[in-house]
């Protein structure tokens, strides 16, 4: 079960195991992240598959040459015809409903083979509001929002599930991804009110790129087992993100507003984010994954995608 993190039965020993990225992936879902860890993987010659709810990048995938499968696990009966035996499952679909995440359970119920490992992507939002406060992977959750409720139980079902099966597993307690097109561009454009920075917490975000570097560093080793917080470790704020954004790129700054005006200012689904704060201690992550991080610096992974997506960077960013 998840319990913590001295507890697990699976421990990286760096000096015996030898790390080759040529374990093949079983992708499940086909979002931000997972469109761009299997373009990553087909470059680098990586043996990939994915299963998609549509068919809506059947085209793209099919362009990519990527094997997959269209299968709806909520509604859809047929089974999963992926081989799973030889492969680590990177699960990035979002939970579906409340209480445990029946998405996940039925992958799970389809499979008539085991995978070499199963890593799932989850969120920080699992701690809950911290009020700024350093987290480990010890730290017990403390979900505020039916989300993050949502993901403690997929984490627990996980867990217990891989434990029956006895196959390593991996949780990936996620922050803010940003990157190319996840940057607050519109949010400037819109006028959108930000926390004043004595207002804000600390912030954890991850570029896309080093994410999926976590993803594969947890995948390419069966012992690196367990819960991993996981960001760049700069403790920039949102608020610090939206003024480098605008400065960056010659938008107007944000409008700031003081957290008792917040409520009723900002949205609710948005708020929700803003309105916890904490900071994720990723020295594990650093430990035992050891990912080759490009951008542990934000202001260096703004400036890479701004570029990427063909925007001037007029003042680049310092710090």
Not at 166 to 187: H, M, N, S
Not at 226 to 232: H, I, L, P, T, Y
Request: hydrophobic share 40%; aromatic share 6%; glycine share 10%.
């Amino acid at each position: 079960m998840l319990q913590g993190v001295k507890g697990y039965r699976f421990h990286l020993d760096t000096a015996a195991i030898i790390m080759q990225r040529t374990q093949p992936i079983l992708l499940v879902g086909y979002g931000y992240l997972g469109r761009r860890l299997v373009k990553h993987c087909v470059a680098a010659g990586r043996p990939v598959c994915v299963l998609t709810r549509s068919g809506a990048h059947q085209d793209e995938l099919e362009a990519l040459g990527v094997e997959y499968q269209i299968l709806d696990l909520d509604t859809d009966s047929g089974s999963l015809t992926i081989p799973v035996a030889d492969k680590v499952i990177l699960y990035t679909a979002p939970p579906a409903g409340p209480g445990t995440d029946p998405r996940l359970l039925s992958l799970l119920g389809r499979l008539n083979e085991l995978p070499a490992k199963l890593v799932y992507i989850s969120t920080s939002g699992v701690y809950g509001d911290c009020q700024g406060a350093r987290v480990d992977e010890n730290t017990p959750v403390n979900p505020g929002s039916e989300r993050a409720r949502r993901r403690v139980a997929a984490e627990r079902a996980v867990s217990e599930w891989a434990e029956d099966k006895q196959i390593p597993w991996t949780v990936l307690r996620v922050p803010g991804i940003y990157g190319p097109e996840r940057l607050p561009l519109a949010a400037l454009a819109n006028g959108d009110a930000f926390l004043r920075p004595e207002d804000a917490g600390p912030g954890n975000r991850i570029h896309v790129d080093d994410l999926l570097e976590c993803c594969l560093a947890a995948g390419d080793n069966p012992r690196a087992s367990g819960v991993f917080n996981v960001s760049d470790g700069d403790p920039l704020s949102a608020t610090g993100f939206a003024q480098a954004t605008a400065r960056a790129t010659g938008l107007k700054a944000p409008r700031l507003i003081s957290r008792s005006e917040a409520p009723q200012v900002i949205g609710p689904g948005r708020w929700s984010f803003l309105s916890e704060s904490r900071l994720l201690d990723v020295r594990r992550m650093q430990e035992k994954l050891a990912p080759a991080l490009k951008y542990s610096n934000p202001l260096d992974g703004l400036v890479a995608s701004l570029e990427e997506m063909g925007i001037e960077v007029v003042n680049p960013p310092q710090g």
